[in-house]
T-cell receptor, first 115, second 111 residues
Framework: DAGVIQSPRHEVTEMGQEVTLRCKPISGHDYLFWYRQTMMRGLELLIYFNNNVPIDDSGMPEDRFSAKMPNASFSTLKIQPSEPRDSAVYFC?????????????FGPGTRLTVL | GDSVTQMEGPVTLSEEAFLTINCTYTATGYPSLFWYVQYPGEGLQLLLKATKADDKGSNKGFEATYRKETTSFHLEKGSVQVSDSAVYFCALITGRRALTFGSGTRLQVQP
């Protein structure tokens, strides 16, 4: 398996622009997680899905952030409008029920810079 | 709420030295515990895990034992290599299903 795939790997945009981050989980996994990593706050959960349904979005910073999972093999995290404080590395992770869903496999991350 | 506390880094060691990175946690219920490693420019990789008290997780020479009485999960390795230089994250998971991470400890191993 190719592992969790994220795109783009790097994104540089200007304040106010819309940003869309993409994730393809490992085939067969039914949990998908979005995390954000910053120097100030470390690694924190934004949202997670189970069987394509959002379960916990308490970490989503504000209405500018939205996430979707239209099918089992694709998820997006959208920021509109983007702000400089959104600059971070965004990780997607997936987990499978057969392992109790507690072992998460991470993608390489998307490094977002908002100017 | 759940939380994980790690020793602050960076930890600088010479090759073949003994490594300990301390990790303690606070959680409701009985969490599963993890160590993840992040190499420069890469995502997180699972290093080892333990799912119940007194379990020992091990991988690539690293070990950690789930100590419920001290709420700890310290990472150890008997002889570090330059290639072990990375950032190490202690984490836990409970019924919420999302990982709660410590702040990370940077390890630098010098030849």
């Amino acid at each position: 398996d190719a592992g969790v795939i994220q795109s783009p790997r790097h994104e540089v945009t200007e304040m106010g622009q819309e940003v869309t981050l993409r994730c393809k989980p490992i085939s067969g996994h039914d949990y998908l997680f979005w995390y954000r990593q910053t120097m100030m706050r470390g690694l924190e959960l934004l949202i997670y899905f189970n069987n394509n349904v959002p379960i916990d979005d308490s970490g989503m910073p504000e209405d500018r952030f939205s996430a979707k999972m239209p099918n089992a093999s694709f998820s997006t995290l959208k920021i509109q409008p983007s702000e400089p404080r959104d600059s971070a590395v965004y990780f997607c992770a997936s987990a499978g029920r057969e392992e109790g869903a507690d072992t998460q496999y991470f993608g390489p991350g998307t490094r977002l810079t908002v100017l | 709420g759940d939380s994980v506390t790690q020793m602050e880094g960076p930890v600088t060691l010479s090759e073949e030295a003994f490594l300990t990175i301390n990790c303690t946690y606070t959680a409701t219920g009985y969490p599963s515990l993890f160590w993840y490693v992040q190499y420069p420019g890469e995502g997180l990789q699972l290093l080892l895990k333990a799912t119940k008290a007194d379990d020992k997780g091990s991988n690539k020479g690293f070990e950690a034992t789930y100590r419920k009485e001290t709420t700890s999960f310290h990472l150890e390795k008997g002889s570090v290599q330059v290639s072990d230089s990375a950032v190490y994250f202690c984490a836990l998971i409970t019924g919420r299903r999302a990982l709660t991470f410590g702040s990370g400890t940077r390890l630098q191993v010098q030849p």
